[in-house]
């Protein structure tokens, strides 16, 4: 058995406690049942909103993304017909990383 974080009361208390002014921008995610991986990351780029670079850097390193987010985010590349750079700047992800999904997965 997988175990797997409780990501909305994580966001739900966090929100409460440091950021109770975006309670109405993230409204949307916190109702859904569960958080899916790429609902955390919309969620994190909401609450960081133009924080430290280097801190973005830093915990760039520490992402991770399962085959069905990595599904996901490819399939996300084709119906909104973008190029490998610009899903990459989307995402905040490597170029060579979408490249290296592609050859893997599909």
């Known amino acids: 058995m997988k175990n797997v974080p409780n990501?909305?009361?994580i966001y739900s208390d966090m929100i409460a406690m440091k950021y109770p002014e975006k309670i109405k921008v993230c409204e949307g995610y916190l109702r859904k049942e569960k958080l899916t991986v790429l609902d955390v990351v919309k969620l994190n780029k909401l609450l960081s909103n133009g924080s430290n670079h280097m801190s973005n850097k830093f915990n760039q390193r520490f992402k991770s993304y399962d085959k069905s987010v990595i599904f996901e985010i490819l399939d996300y590349q084709k119906k909104k017909h973008l190029t490998n750079t610009?899903?990459?700047?989307?995402?905040e992800l490597s170029r060579n990383t979408i490249t290296k999904w592609k050859k893997e997965f599909l």
């Open 7 to 9: 990501y909305k009361k």
């Open 86 to 91: 610009e899903l990459a700047r989307h995402f």
